[in-house]
């Protein structure tokens, strides 16, 4: 319904969305709902006493400059701290490379400000994280996807869209990556698929974007080279958060790309934020200086393991066999795939009567598809939670199967694949 003032919005205002991920946080913060659906750390995974003792530090020692306004590029120190763990693993950037934002949310709405016209064409997973599409969207860029499967993109796909697209006209300018423990479906892009997406991203003169929040959340396997480590031209904008590895709440991310685009980036960060929380930067600093990070990463490892376990083993028990799921190395999410009968946004209205929630997969979707997925969060909820939750999910599951079966009962005889009937 037109609103009193809408036909005053800008061509932008009416291309924005809800995100449905932050809807959904809404409604799941009702007591009585066990909720899968956020990507939200667990509150037990928030280091309180090591942010408590710096805090009296940095009051103490630093006094009221750790309150006052800061450059936009970020506290130097943090930056500083951030190039040194960038390098150590494999990247060659200064801290000139990077601009510390208000989450990565914010970098992926800078980026988006900063390259894209109404119409530009942005590449994308099918599926991939919302809060980045929904930000190309916003500034009137067209989604191409491209299939993901237990590998993340597949870069035949990709390239035979590019030529699709430019046999069109249409010359994409983003390719929008996340290629460790990817959002929404957990999936690892292993080593040769990252050097063929820098390859083709050199070849289509592509900028990638490299969103990456979950690259320190390994549980099982060997670690893999974020892209932006063999990146010779600059042309990967690379992601890194302190959401899931500190807190959230201190909106603190950094953003690494080449010095003159990340001048652009910065330009365009003084006109929405001035600068990200000064206090918060200088605690995280401290955080990376005194090596905190990696005395918690180990601590938040072991409890996310157990817990990605947990869930998969109870999946594995309450789960009917025509469910199929992804079984991640790391990250926070477990993919699931229903029978194609069932389209999890309608199955949502009965989960949340059975008191449990997730992500619908469509949402995660800029070609209609994965009507039939979800997504499962696994860090927040309590291991009881784990349990209930899935068996009340798995009740719900079931249920919807026994609807379809009841309105399409099956077939009396058996057919071949040619839909010839056999025994007869
Ligand atoms: N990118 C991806 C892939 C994410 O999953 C998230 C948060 N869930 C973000 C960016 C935004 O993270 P933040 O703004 O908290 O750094
Ligand atoms: O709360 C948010 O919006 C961040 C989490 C993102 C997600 O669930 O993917």
Redesign the pocket.
């Known amino acids: 319904m037109a609103s009193k003032f809408s036909h005053l919005y800008s061509k932008n205002a009416r291309e924005m969305k809800a995100s449905e ?1 932050r809807e959904l946080l809404k409604l799941t913060e009702r007591k009585e709902v066990i909720s899968f659906a ?2 939200l750390p667990n509150p037990e995974a928030f280091p309180v006493d090591k942010v408590r003792e710096i805090c009296n530090y940095l009051l103490d020692e630093k006094g009221p400059n750790i309150l006052q306004y800061g450059t936009t590029e970020g506290v130097t120190e943090l930056r500083k701290a951030i190039a040194e763990r960038m390098n150590g693993k494999g990247m060659h950037i200064d801290y000139h490379n990077v601009l510390i ?8 709405d800078l980026i988006a400000k900063t390259l894209l016209d109404p119409d530009d064409t942005v590449l994308v997973g099918a599926p ?2 919302l ?2 599409t929904n930000a190309f969207k916003s500034y009137g860029a067209i989604m191409e996807s491209v299939p993901e499967d237990d590998m993340g993109m597949n870069p035949d796909h990709l390239e035979e869209k590019i030529r699709q697209l430019q046999m069109h006209g249409r010359n994409p300018k983003l390719l929008y990556l ?1 290629p460790a423990f ?2 929404p479906s957990g999936v690892t892009m292993p080593m040769d698929r990252r050097v063929r997406m820098l390859e083709i991203a050199k070849k289509y003169d592509l900028i990638i974007i490299e ?4 690259s320190e959340l390994r549980y099982a396997g060997t670690a893999i080279k974020p892209i932006k480590t063999m990146d010779t031209d600059g042309r990967i904008i690379y ?1 890194g ?4 590895v500190l807190a ?1 709440g201190f ?3 950094w953003c690494i790309a080449e010095k003159e685009l990340l001048n652009k980036l910065i330009i365009g960060k003084q006109t929405t934020d001035l600068c990200t929380n000064t206090f918060g930067q200088f605690i995280a600093a401290e955080y990376l200086t005194r090596g905190y990070i990696d005395e918690h990463l180990e601590k938040i490892k072991t409890l996310y393991k157990g817990k990605m376990f947990h869930m998969l083993a109870a999946m594995d028990k309450h789960f009917p066999p025509e469910v199929k799921w992804t079984r991640p190395e790391g990250g ?1 999410f477990i993919w699931v795939t229903l029978p194609e009968y069932i389209d999890t946004k309608e199955m949502f209205v009965r989960a949340l009567e059975h008191n449990v929630a997730y992500v619908h997969g469509a949402s995660f979707f800029c070609n209609k598809n994965g009507r039939n997925t979800m997504r499962l969060n696994f860090t927040y909820a309590t291991d009881e939670q784990i349990d209930e939750g899935i068996k009340r999910l798995a009740q719900t599951i079931k249920d919807e199967i026994a609807a379809h079966k009841k309105q399409t009962p099956g077939k009396a005889f058996k057919t071949n694949e040619e839909g010839m009937v056999l025994g007869v």
């Open positions: 991920i956020g990507g934002t208000s989450g990565s949310q914010q970098a992926l991939t994280y809060g980045g996340i990817q959002n969103d990456a929040p979950y992601l958060t302190f959401s899931k959230p909106r603190i991310a926070m």
